[in-house]
Nanobody, 119 residues
Framework: QVQLVESGGGLVQTGGSLRLSCAAS????????MGWFRQAPGKEREFVAS????????TYADSVKGRFTISRDNAKNTVYLQMNSLKPEDTAVYYC????????????WGQGTQVTVSS
Protein backbone atom coordinates (compact mmCIF):
# COMPACT_ATOMS: atom_id res chain seq x y z
CA GLN A 1 0.00 0.00 0.00
CA VAL A 2 1.43 3.35 -1.05
CA GLN A 3 1.99 5.84 1.75
CA LEU A 4 3.14 9.43 1.48
CA VAL A 5 4.04 11.18 4.72
CA GLU A 6 4.86 14.87 4.73
CA SER A 7 6.87 16.69 7.37
CA GLY A 8 8.74 19.93 7.84
CA GLY A 9 5.94 22.45 7.96
CA GLY A 10 5.78 25.21 10.54
CA LEU A 11 5.68 28.91 11.24
CA VAL A 12 8.24 31.17 9.59
CA GLN A 13 8.62 34.91 9.03
CA THR A 14 8.42 36.58 5.64
CA GLY A 15 11.66 35.99 3.77
CA GLY A 16 12.46 32.83 5.69
CA SER A 17 12.94 29.28 4.49
CA LEU A 18 11.51 25.84 5.14
CA ARG A 19 12.19 22.42 3.69
CA LEU A 20 9.31 20.01 3.35
CA SER A 21 9.88 16.27 3.11
CA CYS A 22 7.67 13.57 1.67
CA ALA A 23 8.61 10.02 2.66
CA ALA A 24 7.22 7.58 0.12
CA SER A 25 6.72 3.85 0.71
CA UNK A 26 4.78 0.87 -0.56
CA UNK A 27 6.23 0.53 -4.07
CA UNK A 28 9.05 1.64 -6.28
CA UNK A 29 8.56 5.09 -7.75
CA UNK A 30 10.85 4.91 -10.77
CA UNK A 31 7.92 5.35 -13.15
CA UNK A 32 6.20 8.00 -11.09
CA UNK A 33 5.89 11.75 -11.03
CA MET A 34 5.91 13.24 -7.56
CA GLY A 35 4.17 16.52 -6.94
CA TRP A 36 3.63 19.15 -4.31
CA PHE A 37 0.30 20.94 -4.07
CA ARG A 38 -1.05 23.47 -1.60
CA GLN A 39 -4.41 24.67 -0.40
CA ALA A 40 -4.96 27.94 1.40
CA PRO A 41 -8.10 28.61 3.47
CA GLY A 42 -11.06 29.32 1.22
CA LYS A 43 -9.12 28.54 -1.93
CA GLU A 44 -8.85 25.61 -4.26
CA ARG A 45 -5.90 23.29 -4.15
CA GLU A 46 -3.17 24.39 -6.54
CA PHE A 47 -0.14 22.83 -8.13
CA VAL A 48 3.24 23.92 -6.77
CA ALA A 49 5.94 21.70 -8.29
CA SER A 50 6.62 18.24 -9.65
CA UNK A 51 9.55 15.98 -10.42
CA UNK A 52 9.74 12.90 -12.62
CA UNK A 53 11.45 10.32 -10.45
CA UNK A 54 13.72 8.66 -12.99
CA UNK A 55 14.66 11.73 -15.06
CA UNK A 56 14.71 14.55 -12.50
CA UNK A 57 12.67 16.65 -14.88
CA UNK A 58 10.97 19.40 -12.85
CA THR A 59 8.02 21.72 -13.31
CA TYR A 60 7.04 24.73 -11.20
CA ALA A 61 4.08 27.01 -10.81
CA ASP A 62 4.91 30.56 -11.89
CA SER A 63 4.21 31.82 -8.38
CA VAL A 64 7.09 29.81 -6.90
CA LYS A 65 9.67 29.77 -9.71
CA GLY A 66 13.05 30.93 -8.50
CA ARG A 67 12.08 30.51 -4.85
CA PHE A 68 11.14 26.83 -4.47
CA THR A 69 13.15 23.78 -5.49
CA ILE A 70 11.86 20.23 -5.71
CA SER A 71 14.29 17.33 -5.45
CA ARG A 72 14.38 13.66 -4.53
CA ASP A 73 16.66 11.24 -2.72
CA ASN A 74 16.58 7.72 -4.15
CA ALA A 75 18.24 6.11 -1.18
CA LYS A 76 15.69 7.56 1.23
CA ASN A 77 12.69 7.34 -1.14
CA THR A 78 11.99 10.92 -0.19
CA VAL A 79 10.96 14.02 -2.12
CA TYR A 80 11.82 17.46 -0.84
CA LEU A 81 10.49 20.95 -1.39
CA GLN A 82 12.98 23.63 -0.45
CA MET A 83 11.11 26.89 0.01
CA ASN A 84 13.06 30.16 0.17
CA SER A 85 12.03 33.80 0.28
CA LEU A 86 8.68 32.81 1.71
CA LYS A 87 5.76 35.22 1.49
CA PRO A 88 2.51 35.41 3.47
CA GLU A 89 0.66 34.23 0.34
CA ASP A 90 2.59 30.95 0.56
CA THR A 91 0.62 30.12 3.70
CA ALA A 92 -1.28 26.89 3.07
CA VAL A 93 -1.48 23.20 3.78
CA TYR A 94 1.07 21.52 1.54
CA TYR A 95 0.39 18.07 0.14
CA CYS A 96 2.66 15.52 -1.47
CA UNK A 97 1.18 13.43 -4.27
CA UNK A 98 2.22 10.72 -6.71
CA UNK A 99 1.04 9.55 -10.12
CA UNK A 100 2.29 7.22 -12.79
CA UNK A 101 4.11 9.53 -15.20
CA UNK A 102 1.90 8.33 -18.08
CA UNK A 103 -1.26 9.43 -16.31
CA UNK A 104 -2.71 12.86 -15.62
CA UNK A 105 -4.42 12.36 -12.29
CA UNK A 106 -2.48 12.04 -9.06
CA UNK A 107 -3.57 8.83 -7.40
CA UNK A 108 -1.80 8.93 -4.06
CA TRP A 109 -1.86 11.78 -1.55
CA GLY A 110 -0.30 12.53 1.79
CA GLN A 111 -2.09 13.99 4.79
CA GLY A 112 -0.61 17.45 4.40
CA THR A 113 1.61 19.71 6.46
CA GLN A 114 0.81 23.28 7.49
CA VAL A 115 3.05 26.13 6.40
CA THR A 116 2.36 29.55 7.89
CA VAL A 117 4.30 32.64 6.85
CA SER A 118 3.88 35.64 9.12
CA SER A 119 4.21 39.20 7.84
Amino acid sequence: QVQLVESGGGLVQTGGSLRLSCAASGRTFNSYTMGWFRQAPGKEREFVASIVWNTDSTTYADSVKGRFTISRDNAKNTVYLQMNSLKPEDTAVYYCAARNFLLVEYRYWGQGTQVTVSS
